[in-house]
Structure formats: C-alpha cells, structure tokens
C-alpha cells in the first residue's frame, strides 16, 4: 500500500480497515492476472459509492436551493458527479498512482485513464462508507467535491450533453431516446466504445469514447451540433 500514501493523506481519513482501501483500488485486471476471486477488485465498491455520492450531492443541493425544481437539481447533480469531475477530483487525489493493475493495463497507460481514476474515487467513497459509516463518507465527499459545488452553482461546469439534449428533445412532449452500443474494440484494458443516440428510430449522432459513459456523452454531444 505504499503507493496509496498521497492518496491517503489528501482524503483526510484514516481506514480503519486498509484491506478495503486495498480493494478499493484493485483493478480487475490484476485480479485477473493473479487469479484471485471476483470480489477482490473495486468494482462492487465502485458500485456502492456512485450511490452514496449522489446521495450526499443530491442532498447538499437539496437544501443549498430550497425554491429549485426537481429539473434543474438533477442537471446540477449529473454535472457534479459525472466521469470529468471525479477524474479531475482522482487527479487530484493520485489514484491514479495507487491503482493496483495488471500487466496489461499497466503498459497501455491505465494509471492516467479518465474512466478508470472516476471508477477509482467511487470506489474509495464506497471502502470509505463501509469502514467509517454514512457520516465519515459525507464529510469526505462535501470536502472533496466542494469546489465541483461551487462552479456547478454558478453554472460554470462542462456540460451534461445526455440531460441537455433529452431537455431540447422533449420539449414539444415525450420522445424514444435511446443510446445504443454500436461496438467495441480493444482488449479489456483498452476498450474503445462506440455508441449512437437513436431518437423515435432516427440516429441523430454517433461518439466514441474510453468507456461507455463517455462515449453516450459524445454521441449526444454529437446530436446537439448537428441540431443547431
């Protein structure tokens, strides 16, 4: 774990447990590689701490705009918690220092990949809540993502294209929008996703991107300067 020191210290929490922390940062291409068992990468912290960070953004922006509406409050929360705010945020952190990896992924450059280091931070979020509780995990993300807060409150985050676009779709009544996985490319730890965004039938852009989300974001990023 000595490559998680700076990590450690930027958080601003002492585990309790370091083997979630351990977990936490365990790609499943070096479980993979080492033929350890499934549970031993991040991916099902990963999944528990997307939860509870938009439990404590979503309620952080509840009570700093009492009067918003549910509309403007899911953008607001989508442009905080999406893939470039935690990359940014596992920057940084250095997780991308501190990720356990395999082989492969170690060669192609994992350790600076946008994808993996948002995946990395929602899993330490995740270690985080199960060593420390619910309070420890909220103290931990209002002060990581304080500054993300801040510039989302005074409209200066990069754009949300998927909730953008489903506005301007939907604003004549409620369309079909769904995004569709055209393909991939790659080995496992160097995918290349390429997906559409197929409105009522109709493709109305295509992107790529390193995981799924960023290409869905590409697509309709896509869409929107095609429409305009």
């Known amino acids: 774990m000595e490559n998680s020191q700076k990590l450690r210290e930027q958080l601003g929490y002492e585990f309790r447990d370091l083997k979630l922390l351990r977990n936490a940062l365990t790609h499943s291409s070096s479980i993979n590689e080492t033929h350890q068992q499934y549970c031993d990468n991040n991916e099902r912290l990963e999944f528990l701490g997307d939860a509870v960070l938009e439990t404590v953004i979503s309620e952080r922006l509840y009570r700093l705009l009492p009067t918003e509406e549910e509309g403007r409050l899911t953008r607001m929360r989508a442009s905080i918690v999406c893939e470039e705010s935690l990359a940014e945020i596992g920057h940084q952190l250095g997780v991308g220092q501190a990720l356990i990896l395999g082989k492969g992924e170690e060669h192609s450059g994992g350790r600076k990949r946008n ?13 985080i809540y199960l060593d420390g509780g619910f309070y420890e995990a909220q103290k931990t993300v209002l002060r990581l993502f304080d500054s993300v807060i801040q510039m989302a409150l005074e409209g200066k985050l ?10 301007k779709l939907q604003v004549n009544g409620d369309v079909n929008i769904q995004y569709v996985l055209d393909g991939q490319e790659g080995p496992d730890h160097d995918k290349v996703f390429y997906t559409s965004v197929v409105v009522n039938g109709v493709i109305l852009g295509s992107g790529r991107g390193r995981s799924k989300k960023e290409a869905e974001q590409n697509a309709a990023k896509a869409a929107m300067k095609d429409m305009r």
């Open 158 to 167: 990069h754009s949300d294209y998927k909730t953008a676009l489903q506005e």
């Open 115 to 127: 994808s993996m280091i948002a995946d990395g931070v929602e899993a330490v979020i995740g270690a």
